[in-house]
Nanobody, 123 residues
């Protein structure tokens, strides 16, 4: 069992930045591929970025490429999402996700989800 707890969400003005964190506990964090998803009201949950257990970047959605950066610190059991140049359409609940011995991919299996953190972007 892995527990994922996101933090760092909040209200930011358009053009601003936020850094989300996802702290993992319970199993060997370095055995998991990790990803960040978001879900806006009335929309499907979408994968934004993914990172392998070795730290290689495996995916960025076109909508965030060049603005968001995923990273991980295995000794701290934490994955991050740095979000720059935020737009009103980035407002959503952001979730981190883990896949054991595999990579997080669009439509792929997810073994664990966090509870989500709200990001609101004012125009």
């Amino acid at each position: 069992q892995v527990q994922l707890v996101e933090s760092g969400g909040g209200l930011v003005q358009a053009g601003g930045s936020l850094r989300l964190s996802c702290a993992a506990s319970g199993r060997t964090f370095s055995n998991y591929g990790m990803g960040w998803f978001r879900q806006a009201p009335g929309k499907a949950r979408e994968l934004l970025a993914a990172i392998s257990w070795t730290g290689g970047i495996t995916y960025y959605a076109d909508s965030v490429k060049g603005r968001f950066t995923i990273s991980r610190d295995n000794p701290k059991n934490t994955v991050y999402l740095q979000m720059n140049s935020l737009k009103p359409e980035d407002a959503a609940v952001y979730y981190c996700a883990a896949r054991h011995w595999g990579e997080v991919t669009p439509g792929g299996r997810i073994d664990y989800w966090g509870q989500g953190t709200q990001v609101t972007v004012s125009s």
